[in-house]
């Protein structure tokens, strides 16, 4: 029996039944865009720890990073001894991140944690407690972030849930234009917006919206520039405070350091994470500080955020992605993946949509062409043909429809290359198979 195999089994016989497994493969080490497997068998990966390796597999600056950091300092708790590496993180992302004419910043331990917090500060911040979030969004797997989460299937059977929390429809022009054009279908969702405000929770009891510019789990969706405007100008309107979720979009994946960036807005709260720290376990929240000092002392901190090690790591990952150029990076990469997959539909009817924002860019698979009739078993199957053909790659969206990609950025061409080449000819196999199948039974 195969290492890896063996490795499955034991993870199956120690491990609980509700940890997800996206694919069957096992990774003894990584480096850049490629890992290994415990066989010695080497993958593309187009997974990149859900979004966290912006910069790749073990960066040698941040490898170094933590290994000096560790001789220092593994633990102190900041709350109880403050360390310079913390403090020094907080002035890295407030200048990179500036929220108003003054930021503030909070270190967390998870993405998770640091929307947790960032509700948390809102409600203090306005005295309010309702909360408006969005259909397809993915906000943790915490009780509030389950709670903020639409994905139903990551819920089951773990409420009740939190309190006074609001899911509106996501502008998903894809699924929800109805023949409008863009102007018209964004024109329709703020007057919707507006009028929930009145029939659904009354806007003095509503705290803040908090939004994915391009949702995660949720598909990739990308929100219209226009409807993001016209939601941030409402939200001030309202005295309602706008939280954006970075978790996933942050560090160069949208070609920007902050996918806001590309909407000409500046949040009042943004959330952060996955890629910040190379792997290590970080995150964030950064707000305008006449918001974030409105919270009560001994409400905000913890245990273990911000520890010394994860600041070190996070510190060297955001000087490697300056040295690097992540953002080039990230629009070099996702216009290569995106001119290719824009070809690819053009071979594959399954192919519903092609959509994302720089370096996140997905396509999404469905039945005769209609966006209602997601094929979430032949995204299954196309994952695990990719697997065994040296890929690794995982899935999105609330039906399991959606191929997506978050490779590395510092992935090498020739791989990036290579890893869309299985994905594209692992799919004509796979849907000239269905119309085959098809066809026979036609014939019978």
């Known amino acids: 029996m195969k290492k890896s195999q063996q490795l499955i089994e034991r993870r199956n016989a120690i491990v609980p039944e509700g940890m997800g497994m996206f694919s069957p493969l096992t990774i003894e080490s990584g480096e850049g865009a490629l890992i290994k497997d415990v066989d010695g068998k080497k993958y593309i990966d187009f997974a990149g720890g859900i979004g966290v390796l912006n910069a790749g597999h073990c960066p040698k600056p941040v490898v170094d990073a933590i290994i000096e950091q560790t001789k220092k300092l593994v633990h102190a708790c ?14 890295e992302l407030a200048a990179l991140f500036p929220h108003g004419e003054k930021t503030k910043v909070m270190l967390t331990n998870s993405g998770a944690e640091a929307v947790e917090n960032a509700i948390k500060i809102a409600r203090q911040a306005t005295g309010k407690q309702g909360i408006i979030c969005f259909t397809g969004g993915f906000h943790g797997r915490t009780l509030l972030g389950m709670t903020l989460t639409s994905k139903v299937g990551y819920k089951i059977g773990c409420g009740p849930f939190a309190p006074e929390v609001y ?16 102007d018209e279908f964004i024109d329709r969702e703020l007057e919707a917006f507006e009028t929930y405000l009145h029939n659904m929770v009354d806007v003095s009891q509503v705290a803040a919206v908090i939004l994915e510019l391009v949702q995660g789990e949720g598909g990739f969706v990308v929100a219209p520039k226009k409807y993001v405007q016209g939601l941030q100008a409402l939200c ?27 909407y000409d807005i500046v949040p009042d709260i943004s959330t952060w994470a996955k890629s910040m720290g190379s792997g290590m376990p970080i995150g964030a929240v950064i707000g305008r500080a006449e918001i974030m ?3 009560t002392k001994g409400t905000l901190g913890g245990t273990y955020p911000g520890n010394p090690v994860a600041c070190a790591a996070s510190l060297a990952t955001i000087q490697y ?45 469905v039945k005769n062409g209609d966006p209602h009739q997601p094929d979430g078993e032949l995204c299954k199957k196309l994952m695990a043909a990719c697997a065994e053909n040296g890929l690794l790659i995982i899935s999105a969206g609330v039906n399991g429809n959606v191929i997506r990609v978050l490779s590395p950025l510092v992935i090498e061409r020739a791989d990036l290359i290579k890893g869309l080449e299985i994905i594209r000819t692992q799919l004509l196999k796979l849907t000239s198979t269905q119309t085959q199948s098809a066809e026979k039974i036609q014939m019978v």
């Open 236 to 262: 001030k309107a309202k005295g309602i405070l706008l939280i954006i979720d970075e978790v996933q979009t942050g560090f160069g994946r949208t070609g920007q350091w902050a996918a806001y960036q590309h």
């Open 167 to 182: 899911r509106f429809p996501f502008p998903d022009y894809y699924q929800r234009n109805d023949g409008l054009s863009l």
């Open 321 to 365: 992605m300056k040295e690097i150029d992540i953002n080039k990076k990230g629009e070099e990469v996702g216009k290569a993946v995106k001119n290719y997959f824009d070809e690819l539909k053009k071979d594959c009817a399954a192919i519903g949509e092609v959509r994302g924002l720089g370096a996140m860019v997905a396509f999404e698979l």
């Open 78 to 91: 900041f709350p109880v001894a403050i360390y310079e590496p913390y403090v020094q993180l907080c002035e």
């Open 293 to 295: 000092d409105k919270t």
